[in-house]
């Protein structure tokens, strides 16, 4: 599947649709994207990954770069899984307990 990267925006929310696989060949986008929505005073994102279908340590590394970010500027990162295995890697990772996850995304960007 081609990666694929989304952004709109949702009340006060930016959204970042994600598809394909996060991984050393794409997470530089991806976090060029990230950074450039923070830097422009979007410091409040939600990640959609619903559409992922793996996320190696190099995508995880990029989510955990923009949550540090974000925190410096008082801002908030949320992601929408709802795939099981995705969700595995953020659960043995333990950064299930570091995101706030959530399976829907209009209860992850209200």
């Not at 619903?50 to 801002?75: C, M, N, P, Q, Y």
């Amino acid at each position: 599947m081609d990666f694929r990267l989304e952004v709109s925006e949702r009340d006060a929310w930016s959204i970042v649709a994600v598809s394909g696989e996060i991984d050393v060949a794409t997470s530089p986008r991806f976090r060029e994207r990230l950074i450039e929505l923070i830097s422009t005073g979007n410091h409040r994102i939600v990640v959609d990954l619903r559409w992922v279908d793996f996320i190696d340590s190099t995508g995880l590394g990029v989510l955990i770069g923009a949550l540090k970010r974000l925190r410096s500027h008082e801002g908030e990162l949320r992601l929408v899984i709802d795939d099981p295995r995705v969700l595995k890697i953020f659960d043995i990772t333990g950064l299930d307990q570091v995101f706030e996850i959530d399976s829907v995304l209009d209860t992850a960007a209200p």
